[in-house]
């Protein structure tokens, strides 16, 4: 056998078909790697579309979806392929994260209420983007220590808050999209239904793959029902560019500090759910959880998510992270091959070129992303839960969890609650993330842990079990 038989010889690590370091061939490699496409594409191009609409930046739209497919395969390419400190160096897709959207909507309203363009609106997005991937990238030098701040019960409340204000935005596109002329008519509803429904039973299917797709076959559904009800105009495509090119900071470079505040926080969450995330596709890849190879992968991998946030941010593209969904594709494929990740990065950077896509998935009528995103926005929030549910839910750590949820919901439904407030810190505490956040992160500092005192009271209370016991068997006797 060659040397290149050896490395391209499949793995006989467990029941991996091709473990890290080795070396498919082209057509295995290209067949993993649509499939890693298949699984993540509606998560890079969502919250592109949903900016877009709820902000009004209409004409830009397939641009901006061309630089986010264009920056996910950079950022791919990055983190498997490992360019010095930087990147995971595992099979790791990156791409548009939801957890900024919150903060990304709050930052464009903010700049949209003070009669700014969306030019503007991108500009301050974009430049507040850039600012806080710094965050990120300062805590990958010490990712481990963050955890005594960022405990599970900040984290989970986070992301509960991060859910549960996207599935508004859900339920106004299943209506029709805000200021819609036919709102909640019939047809918007069946086309919701048509796309709810179908994720519903393909994520009941037998077949591994098909659930893995099912969000993108129920909006493949949802258009072609939408088509034929005449709902879809691709008139606009001719006037679209050939190629998209990639203009840094096309849009300008502003800041403000009550946008960044938010993204702020929400970076050092991102730096530990991508820990999560990395540590997953460890284990699913059969390498090591814990000792100096797993903290320098870490490490590496949270600093890319950083840069490849200041690179989308550069190149017109909301924060980015590394997603989950991949994990599942090398359980079902056994293919945990690195070198797999540089064909992803490949057609994700081969479609952005094409500005066309763009405009095709911008015709994408409201109720139909309506349709899908409120699966997906439920779902982040009940991740939230999940979260909370690996934590000690004591009563300290369950009041710190109702209150700043309630905090959280409560300015996001009520905001004129804060305007007696300088408008700064209105505008800052208005994001339910923030105002959830510092309010997590504040009780856990001040509040203090009864652990002792808890203990205490349980044996004391077990003591009187037994006494009462003992009294009760003395009175038989």
């Known amino acids: 056998m060659t040397q290149q038989d050896v490395k391209t010889a499949p793995s006989k690590n467990h029941d991996l078909l091709y473990s890290l370091h080795d070396k498919p061939g082209f057509w295995p490699s290209s067949f993993a790697a649509l499939q890693h496409v298949l699984a993540s594409l509606v998560g890079v191009i969502t919250p592109t579309l949903i900016v877009g609409g709820v902000l009004g930046l209409g004409e830009h739209v397939p641009y901006l979806i061309s630089m986010a497919l264009m920056v996910s395969g950079v950022g791919t390419f990055i983190q498997c392929r490992r360019i010095g400190p930087v990147g995971a160096g595992m099979l790791c897709l990156q791409g548009t994260s939801f957890a900024f959207l919150t903060a990304v909507l709050s930052a464009g309203m903010i700049v949209k209420g003070k009669g700014g363009t969306p030019e503007d609106i991108l500009a301050t997005i974009f430049g507040v983007s850039f600012c806080a991937a710094f965050i990120e990238i300062f805590l990958s030098r010490f990712i481990h220590k963050l955890q005594k701040i960022i405990t599970p019960v900040v984290t989970g409340t986070i992301i509960i808050l991060i859910g549960i204000p996207l599935i508004k935005v859900a339920m106004t596109d299943i209506g029709g999209g805000f200021g819609a002329e036919n709102f909640g008519s019939l047809d918007n509803l069946m086309l919701a239904g048509i796309v709810l429904v179908s994720v519903v039973l393909l994520n009941r299917s037998k077949n591994p793959m098909v659930r893995l797709a099912a969000v993108v076959i129920g909006l493949v559904l949802g258009m072609l029902a939408a088509f034929f009800m005449g709902r879809l105009d691709f008139s606009h495509i001719a006037s679209l560019p050939v190629i998209s090119v990639p203009v840094p900071f096309k849009f300008g470079f502003q800041f403000d500090l009550a946008a960044f505040i938010p993204l702020a926080i929400l970076f050092c969450v991102s ?40 690179i989308a941010a550069t190149f017109n593209s909301m924060p980015s992270t590394t997603f989950s969904q991949n994990n599942g594709v090398i359980a079902l494929t056994g293919v945990a091959s690195r070198f797999v990740g540089i064909y992803v990065a490949a057609i994700l950077f081969l479609m952005g070129l094409f500005p066309i896509i763009g405009g095709v998935l911008q015709q994408m009528p409201k109720p139909v992303l309506g349709g899908a995103t409120l699966i997906m926005f439920g779902t982040v929030a009940v991740a939230g839960i999940r979260v909370l549910s690996q934590a000690n839910l004591d009563r300290r750590n369950m009041m710190i969890v109702a209150i700043s949820v309630g905090m959280g919901i409560g300015v996001s439904t009520v905001p004129a609650v804060l305007q007696a407030l300088p408008d700064m810190l209105e505008n800052i ?22 652990k002792v005192a808890e203990e205490s009271e349980a044996d004391v209370t077990v003591a009187a079990e037994a006494d009462d016991a003992k009294k009760k068997l003395g009175e038989v006797g």
């Open 271 to 310: 730096a530990m759910e991508t820990t999560g995330d990395l540590t997953a596709n460890s284990t699913i890849s059969r390498e090591p959880v814990s000792g100096p190879v797993y903290l320098n992968r870490i490490r590496g991998g949270v600093l890319g998510d950083g840069i490849n946030s200041m």
């Open 429 to 450: 505490l208005k994001s339910p993330v923030a105002m959830g956040a510092i309010t997590a992160i504040t009780l856990s500092l001040i509040l203090p842990e009864h």
